[in-house]
C-alpha cells in the first residue's frame, strides 16, 4: 500500500467520482482508476460500489476511510514536526471564517500575524458553519473561526470571547429616540423582524433568543449578509440584531443600535479544529496571535 493510493482513494470518496478525482490529484484518470483497482485488489474486496455513473463506498470502503485519511495526517504531522525541529519558520495555515465575523475580526489580527510571521502563507475560506465544519471533517481547513458550540465529537472548539447582541432600528423608530435608550425583545415582539437566510448559525442563534424569551416575531426579510439587512432596516422595513463586533461598522448608516437591557442576549466566538489533525507550528503561531487580538 502506497501513499499516492490512500490519496487517490480519499479523493474519490470525496467526489464519488474517479473523474473529479483525476481532476483533483492532477492524474489521468485511467493511472488513478488502477492504483484504486490496486488497492482492492490488497484488500481482496471493492472499496467502491460503481453502479453506473454512480460511486459509493462499499462497507468496508466506509471503514477505511477514516483510517486512510488518519494515516495521511499522521505523515504529514511528522513532516511539520520535522520542520519545527529543523527550525524552519516556513508553512501554511487555511482558516475559515463565517460571514458574521469574517469582515470584522479577520482585518484585526491578519495583518498582525503576516508582519510578525512573513514567512507564512494564509489562506482564508468564508462559509457557513455546515460548510466548514465538512472542510475541517475533509481536511482542507486547519481552523474555523465559529459560533458556539458545534456539533460533533470530531471537533474540539476553544472559546475566544463573548459579544452582546445589539437591537437595530430605523432612525426615525421611537425606540432610537428614547432617553434611556434601552429596551428589551419584549418591546418589539410585534415589529417586523429582518433575519439572514436559512444556514446562518445567526439566524439560528437570534430565533433561538426569540424562542427562550417566549417570542414569535414576524419575519418580514431574510438576507445573506448584514450590510442588506441594515439597508432594509434604514428604509423602515423591520428591525434586527446585530452582534456587538458589527457595530463600528454599520453606525451612520441610517440607523439607531440600541443597546437592549440585561439579560442581553450573547453569542460566543471561538476556533474549532479536527480533533485528529495535527496543529501545525503555523497554525499555533496563528491561535496565539488570535488570542492576544481577542483579549484586547
Known sequence: MEFHQLRYFLAVARYRS??????????????????????????????????GRKIALTPLGASFLKRARRALEEVEG??????????????????????????????????????????????????????????????????????LPVRGNEFEATPLYTEAMVLAVPNSHPLGTRARRRVGLSDVAREPFL?????????????????QSHLSPPVAFEGGQFDTLVAMVAAGAGITLLPEMACAHFRRRGVKLVELRPPRPTRTIGFVRAREKYLTPAARALIQILKETCAV
Open 18 to 51: 474517479f473523474t473529479r478525482a483525476a481532476e483533483h490529484e492532477h492524474v489521468a484518470q485511467p493511472s488513478l482508476s488502477q492504483q484504486i483497482r490496486k488497492l482492492e485488489d490488497e484488500f481482496g474486496a471493492r472499496l467502491f460500489d460503481r453502479l
Open 78 to 147: 511528522a513532516r511539520q514536526e520535522a520542520t519545527e525541529m529543523l527550525g524552519l519558520r516556513r508553512g501554511s495555515v487555511a482558516l475559515g471564517a463565517i460571514p458574521t465575523v469574517a469582515p470584522y475580526l479577520l482585518p484585526r489580527f491578519l495583518p498582525a500575524f503576516r508582519r510578525s510571521h512573513p514567512q507564512i502563507a494564509v489562506t482564508v475560506r468564508e462559509d457557513l458553519t455546515s460548510a466548514l465544519l465538512a472542510q475541517l471533517a475533509d481536511g482542507e481547513l486547519d481552523l474555523a473561526l465559529l459560533s
Open 195 to 211: 433575519l439572514l437566510k436559512d444556514g446562518h448559525c445567526f439566524r439560528d442563534d437570534v430565533l433561538e433568543i426569540c424562542r
